[in-house]
C-alpha cells in the first residue's frame, strides 16, 4: 500500500537555527512529490516540485532534495515567517489521473 | 483575481441542514480537486473534475455528500442532511491539466461549522 509519511510531526527552532523536515514515501512509479507550505486558515501554498532523484529546487531560505525513498525540506537560517505546517504529497504514475496523497504534515514554529 | 476563489469563506449552520460550497478555479484550469481538512489532521481527497466530468468520486464520504461543475469552471460542493461530523474546512484546488505532473493550486478553504 502506498504511504507518504512526514516526519517530526512537530519542530520548534530558533530564529537562525537551522533544520530538515523528511518525507518518506513507499510508492510505486513515483511521478512527482510536491511541497506545501500551509499557514492557519489559509490553503497549502505550493512550493516545489521534484520528479526524479537527485533534484533539487531552491527558494529563499528553503532548499527541497529527492532520493528514491525519501525527499528533505532544508531550512536555512529560518525567520519567524518561516513558521507554518509544511505539507508534501506525492503523485505516481499508477493512478490514472494523477491524484496527490498527501503526508500529514510538519508544523514548524520558530522563535525571535 | 488570479487565485483559486472559495465561498462563503465561513458557514455556520443547523444539523439536518444543506449546504453549498462553492469553487471559483483558476481561469484556464480544467482540473479541479475537492479536499476535506478536519482540525488536526491531514487532507482528505473527496472527488476530482477534469472539465465537467468527475472520473473519480471515490472519496466522498456518503451520499449525503455531490458535487457538480459546470462550464468547466466553477464547482459547487452540496452537503444534504449535515451532521456534526461534517465540521471541517472544505478546501478546493486546480490545476493546468489532470493528468498528473502539475501541481495543484488551492482556495482558503470553506470553515463549516454544523451545531
Known amino acids: 500500500e502506498d504511504q507518504v509519511t512526514q516526519s517530526p510531526e512537530a519542530l520548534r527552532l530558533q530564529e537562525g537555527e537551522s533544520s530538515s523536515l523528511n518525507c518518506s514515501y513507499t510508492v510505486s512509479g513515483l511521478r512527482g512529490l510536491f511541497w506545501y507550505r500551509q499557514d492557519p486558515g489559509k490553503g497549502p501554498e505550493f512550493l516545489f516540485t521534484l520528479y526524479s532523484a537527485g533534484e533539487e529546487k531552491e527558494k529563499e531560505r528553503l532548499k527541497a532534495t529527492l532520493t528514491k525513498k525519501e525527499s528533505f525540506l532544508h531550512i536555512t537560517a529560518p525567520k519567524p515567517e518561516d513558521s507554518a505546517t509544511y505539507l508534501c504529497?506525492?503523485?505516481?504514475?499508477?493512478?490514472?489521473?494523477?491524484?496527490?496523497?498527501f503526508g500529514a504534515g510538519t508544523q514548524v514554529v520558530v522563535t525571535p | 483575481g488570479a487565485g483559486v476563489s472559495q465561498s462563503p469563506s465561513n458557514k455556520v449552520t443547523e444539523k439536518g441542514k444543506d449546504v453549498e460550497l462553492r469553487c471559483d478555479p483558476i481561469s484556464g484550469h480544467t482540473a479541479l480537486y475537492w479536499y476535506r481538512q478536519s482540525l488536526g489532521q491531514g487532507l482528505e481527497f473527496l472527488i476530482y473534475?477534469?472539465?465537467?466530468?468527475?472520473?473519480?468520486k471515490s472519496g466522498l464520504p456518503s451520499d449525503r455528500f455531490s458535487a457538480e461543475r459546470t462550464g468547466g469552471s466553477v464547482s459547487t460542493l452540496t452537503i444534504q442532511r449535515t451532521q456534526q461530523e461534517d465540521s471541517a474546512v472544505y478546501l478546493c484546488a486546480s490545476s493546468s491539466y489532470g493528468q498528473g505532473g502539475q501541481p495543484q493550486h488551492f482556495g482558503d478553504g470553506t470553515r463549516l461549522s454544523i451545531l
Open positions: 504529497a506525492v503523485q505516481t504514475w499508477g493512478d490514472s489521473w494523477g491524484k496527490f496523497q
Open positions: 473534475f477534469q472539465g465537467n466530468s468527475a472520473p473519480d
